[in-house]
């Protein structure tokens, strides 16, 4: 290994990075400059930017605007393999191997060393064991195929295989997303190695301690601009947490119509879990609004489907208006009165081919036939009151937008007057007057003693709409916190940072 | 500004001609006055009433493939069905008149069972629907084999044939008669909450689950459907043809195809039923067409393969265009400044 003797030089630098999904600006002009033998930590909040920065950087997205230099030297990459014989390797959250094939053959595939026509296995065996050697796990067998392996090991491979296509930069994604304590610290070792041998390290997580224990350096990102760069020596989790969040409240939120008061609970879990949540015990009220933050894997979502019956619980109580209730289907939990309104409205919420008046009888006639007439004739007036903006009741719902889309979500699940809502991201990709109307129902379902769960990566929404805010970390509720806290302190529970502070 | 604007009864009208399965009529009217050219005996009432009797299995079985394929399904084991009720017609029936109605009983019975059996295995053992048809269709022809040797055998008492062959009042076929309250009664399933959740089912099954929808459940009753068509079909098929082995071979494709020249599309989630009659209608006529202008029926086989990959090439793209509002029309959507739905949100951060 030769010491890096020119430690510090900028192996890749980014300048002014726009990049746009369907003419909406994603990044907006960001610089990013990685040196030799560091560790470099990417932050931000949920739709930072940080993916899409770091697949610009994996060739995976072609920016609209700015430039990249490699030791010097501009580049501009049309596909990832470029990027990778460039020397910038990616390991993705979602691991990228093939799990029947051995680790060996996962990290030669399509380069696999050759003895005349056939695949020299022995060789390929042998480099393997080198590889791993050399980045400090030399006890992982490489005829072991890869669904035996644990996640870390998995990770191992990816980052072996980085290795092993000679990368000056490897960029990592969440990699501690999924992996236990002892775990972090062989991956810490093993990157420890790579800097030794003047490799750079980008490092995107949400994990705030681990970023503070690794990295060097730390740059933050917010709504897709550049926040700043700086020394980690420099900063500290709070002054961190501050400037990811560092925003006013921007968006404007109805007052909760006078008289609403909570009521007799209507949603009650003890100790309820399941494969993705645990040990979650909450109480929603009639008439109440609570948030539920946490960041992106946090269990948020899978608790709302454990509610629901999607993933059904399998331990602890539940109760909905005072009875023992545990769901064991979306039709068991429709027939008790809750509803869902899905995350995603295009691939769980809608039938797009179908029209306006089909998708919002969806829930009535799927789950109560005999009520199909009644709500057919009060549709219009109820969408109508939604303000929804479309052709006509027979409009396919795909021409919509994703406003009156949500309109749509919300008049099909109205029409089987649910006692507790479920809200999952209720106002994701949706236009400020759309949010406005979202938020003008929950009100009026609230007002109207419906209870009222929702799920929100926008921080200032949960603020301005909830009466309690649940936050969840690693499938759990990591603590409640009143409608007056500030996004620091959501953040903070949800980062885990405030144990650091208590410690 | 009227936010939900409504289109006169003609606009619509004109409108649905446009979709793929509006479209299947016109086609049907062009083939007709085409056939009435070439043979203009073709266009007398008992002619038609005569083609259209000729007709009712296959459009009975389009039918049946209509609610499978909507749901995102396929049955390939329509055609086997169909020889395996011929057959248990001929055996159980025989020259018994006493057992019609048993009989009859029996191969609804032994439709449903097909159906379930069908349905349980794509939904519940999650094997693909097009593998688990096939394999039916393939056990249901060696039990056909098995009972006949592979020649004709039985043949059931004439009175049970006249259901397929007869004639009301010596006018009207009761094959026609069964079509069009068949058809009658799927156009008003269709309408029922039942057919509605059958199309989100088959548009996109996971919204339709968590919205409380059996979805299991839908598909199977789909299957039981088509079984229970084919039923039907081979019922009516005994009367014509008399009870054969080969009875009913290919009518799964024959009806997957006038399903698709219907205007539904593979994959589930649109389609209207009455097209899927429709288009067996029209694809009968075609063949009749090349008939009268003398081309030979080997090749009936070729134009069918022609079609059914041409009528799902144009479906999916025609669909697309026919259903687009028109642009001028935006000026309502102009409101919202999102007027193409975002995905969510960031791409970069899922």
Request: net charge negative; with cysteine; hydrophobic share 50%.
């Amino acid at each position: 290994m030769n010491p890096p003797a020119d430690s510090g030089a900028v192996v890749l630098r980014a300048t002014g990075i726009v990049q746009s999904f369907l003419g909406t600006a994603v990044l907006h002009g960001v610089d990013l400059e990685l040196r030799k033998g560091e560790v470099h930590g990417l932050v931000g909040e949920n739709g930072a930017g940080k993916s899409t920065l770091m697949k610009v950087l994996a060739g995976v997205h072609q920016p609209d605007h700015g430039s990249l230099e490699l030791d010097g030297e501009p580049i501009a990459f049309t596909s990832p393999l470029q990027a990778q014989r460039a020397g910038i390797a990616t390991v993705y959250q979602e691991f990228t191997l093939l799990v029947d094939r051995t680790i060996a053959e996962n990290i030669w595939l399509g380069r696999e060393p050759r003895r005349g026509p056939l695949v020299d296995r022995a060789r390929m065996l042998r480099d393997t064991r080198e590889l791993l050697e050399t980045i400090g796990v030399p006890d992982l067998d490489p005829s072991l195929p890869v669904r035996q392996l644990s996640v870390a090991e998995q990770q191992v491979v990816e980052i072996a295989k980085a290795v092993s296509l000679d990368a000056t930069v490897i960029s990592m994604d969440e990699p501690t997303a999924a992996l236990a304590d002892h775990e972090v610290a062989l991956l810490a070792r093993i990157i420890a190695g790579l800097t030794d041998r003047g490799i750079a390290i980008l490092y995107v997580s949400h994990r705030l301690r681990e970023v503070f224990d690794l990295c060097t350096t730390i740059t933050v990102l917010k709504d897709g601009a550049l926040v700043g760069t700086w020394p980690a020596e420099e900063l500290d989790e709070r002054t961190l947490v501050r400037q990811m969040v560092g925003r006013e409240l921007s968006a404007f939120f109805p007052d909760a119509t006078p008289g609403t008061e909570p009521g007799e609970p209507m949603l009650e879990l003890e100790g309820a879990g399941n494969d993705f949540v645990d040990d979650v015990s909450l109480t929603v009220r009639a008439g109440e609004i609570v948030g539920i933050a946490g960041l992106q894997g946090a269990g948020r979502t899978e608790l709302l489907h454990g509610i629901f019956g999607a993933d059904p619980f399998s331990r602890g109580t539940m109760r909905v208006a005072g009875r023992r209730f545990r769901p064991r289907s979306p039709r068991h939990a429709v027939r008790a009165g809750l509803a869902l309104i899905t995350e995603d409205r295009k691939t769980q919420g809608l039938s797009l081919n179908l029209t306006v008046l089909q998708n919002a009888l969806g829930v009535v006639r799927a789950v109560f036939p005999s009520r199909t007439r009644a709500a057919r004739d009060a549709m219009p007036s109820a969408l109508a009151e939604l303000e929804l903006v479309a052709r006509g009741l027979d409009q396919e719902v795909q021409f919509l937008s994703g406003g009156n889309q949500q309109k749509v979500v919300l008049a099909r699940w109205l029409a089987v007057a649910p006692g507790v809502v479920l809200l999952d991201e209720p106002t994701r990709g949706i236009d400020v007057g759309a949010k406005f109307g979202v938020y003008e129902v929950m009100r009026r379902l609230a007002a109207s003693g419906v209870a009222i769960l929702m799920v929100s990566s926008e921080l200032p929404e949960v603020l301005g709409m909830s009466d309690r805010i649940l936050v969840m970390r690693d499938g759990r509720l990591a603590g409640e916190l009143p409608s007056t806290s500030s996004e620091e302190d959501v953040l903070a529970l949800a980062t885990g940072a405030d144990e650091e502070a208590a410690a | 500004m009227s936010a939900l604007a409504q289109q006169s009864p003609w606009q619509r009208f004109v409108a649905a001609l446009g979709t793929p399965s509006g479209a299947v009529f016109v086609l049907l009217v062009v083939l007709l006055i085409a056939a009435s050219i070439a043979n203009p005996r073709f266009a007398e009432p008992d002619q038609l009433v005569r083609f259209l009797a000729r007709t009712a299995p296959i459009a009975i079985a389009a039918i049946g493939q209509f609610f499978v394929i909507v749901s995102g399904e396929f049955d390939l084991s329509m055609g086997a069905v169909i020889a395996a009720q011929v057959v248990i017609a001929g055996n159980i029936i025989g020259q018994d008149e006493a057992m019609i109605l048993p009989g009859i009983a029996l191969m609804l019975l032994v439709g449903v069972m097909v159906g379930l059996l069908n349905g349980v295995l794509t939904t519940f053992a999650k094997v693909p629907s097009f593998i688990v048809t096939l394999g039916m269709m393939l056990a249901l022809y060696g039990f056909v084999r098995f009972l006949t040797g592979g020649a004709a055998t039985g043949n059931p008492v004439d009175s049970f044939r006249e259901i397929g062959r007869g004639l009301l009042g010596d006018v009207l076929p009761y094959s026609v008669i069964i079509l069009v309250v068949l058809a009658v009664a799927a156009w008003l399933l269709m309408r029922s909450p039942f057919g509605h959740t059958l199309l989100a089912v088959g548009d996109n099954a996971v919204a339709a689950r968590l919205s409380g929808t059996r979805t299991a459940g839908v598909k199977i009753s789909a299957f039981v459907l088509s079984s229970l068509a084919a039923t039907v079909a081979g019922i009516l098929l005994v009367g014509y043809a008399g009870v054969h082995p080969s009875i009913g071979t290919g009518y799964e494709f024959q009806a997957i195809t006038a399903v698709v020249l219907g205007g539904a599309v593979l994959g589930g989630g649109r389609g209207w039923v009455l097209s899927a009659a429709a288009g067996a209608i029209a694809l009968e006529l075609l063949f009749t067409v090349l008939n009268q202008v003398g081309t030979d029926s080997t090749w009936r086989p070729s134009v069918q393969g022609i079609i059914i990959i041409l009528a799902v090439a144009l479906g999916a793209v025609a669909w697309r265009t026919a259903r687009r509002p028109p642009s001028v029309s935006r000026t309502d959507a102009a409101r919202d400044p999102d007027p193409i739905p975002t995905p969510t949100p960031t791409p970069g951060e899922q």
